[in-house]
């Protein structure tokens, strides 16, 4: 059973920077695929991004595209969200989610995942 723990949420200034760091424990951490996604008030969760455990590569949801960089570090178990430029609607609870996702491409939809952190706020003032 893998427990992923989030951290660095926060109030942010538009245009400005934070990081999201989500640490695992209790399973093969460098083995899942890892993603981000986020549910602002009154809307569904949303995909953000995801990174393969294998190669690395990176896949972002259109909006964030440029913006944010997800990176992972194995030997520390934990995936990093690098959110930049941020904007308004960037405001939501945070979520990293991991999954041994085996089809096609990246997993971006929640029910891809098994696994789920319990959030962290991230709120940006305009």
């Known amino acids: 059973q893998v427990q992923l723990v989030e951290s660095g949420g926060g109030l942010v200034q538009a245009g400005n920077s934070l990081r999201l760091s989500c640490g695992a424990s209790?399973?093969?951490?460098?083995?899942?695929?890892m993603g981000w996604f986020r549910q602002a008030p009154g809307k569904e969760r949303e995909f953000v991004g995801a990174?393969?455990?294998?190669?690395?590569?990176?896949y972002y949801e259109e909006s964030v595209k440029g913006r944010f960089t997800i990176s992972r570090d194995d030997a520390k178990n934990t995936v990093y969200l690098q959110m930049n430029r941020v904007k308004a609607e960037d405001t939501a609870v945070y979520y990293c989610?991991?999954?041994?996702?085996?089809?096609?491409?990246?997993?971006?939809?929640?029910?891809?995942?098994?696994?789920w952190g319990q959030g962290t706020q991230v709120t940006v003032s305009s």
């Open positions: 989610a991991g999954t041994l996702y085996i089809g096609l491409g990246f997993p971006a939809r929640s029910t891809d995942y098994e696994y």
């Open positions: 209790g399973g093969t951490f460098s083995r899942y695929d």
């Open positions: 990174i393969k455990w294998a190669s690395g590569d990176t």
